[in-house]
């Protein structure tokens, strides 16, 4: 009997077979994973974003305005008018205002740690004058991870 050293060709071809195999099943659930985390985070990251706007105006309609809550709105108001409630009361409540991540991070309101969402796309905040009714649209910012 000869002293066998080594593999085969049809063992080696077998294992390069079941790796494939393994490749080709393993590497599409691993992106869906990925992908699924990424979806996971942008969920997240925009109910945050609607919970950020809607405290900004709860302030508003509370009158507890800091000069903050200007910035979160991105409303430039003079020294005079900073304070008066009445005043950033009407110019919010019944409209729309636009603003954007940017603001709302600088102001503190919201973080955006792993830097995910788009900073100057538009959030547009409506509130409903007669219920306070706050509505966020943030359609256009993505805070989605990175690839």
Known sequence: MKNKKGFT?????????????????????????????????DKINKKNLTDACESVI???????????????????????????????????IGKTVTTN????ISSGYFRDDDHNCDLDKPIKITTNSSTLKVTVDLSEVSCRKKK
């Not at 071809?13 to 985390?37: N, Q, S």
Request: glycine letters at 8%; aromatic letters at 2%; proline letters at 1%.
């Open 9 to 41: 060709l049809v063992e080696i071809l077998a294992v390069i077979v079941l790796l494939a195999l393994l490749i080709i099943f393993a590497v599409p659930a691993i992106l869906e994973a990925l992908e699924g985390g990424r979806t996971g985070i």
């Open 58 to 92: 709860v302030e508003v309609v509370s009158c507890k305005i800091h000069d903050e809550t200007y910035g979160a709105l991105g409303i430039h108001v003079s020294d005079t008018l900073k304070g008066k409630c009445d005043t950033l009361q009407d110019l919010v």
């Open 101 to 104: 991540v940017r603001n709302l």
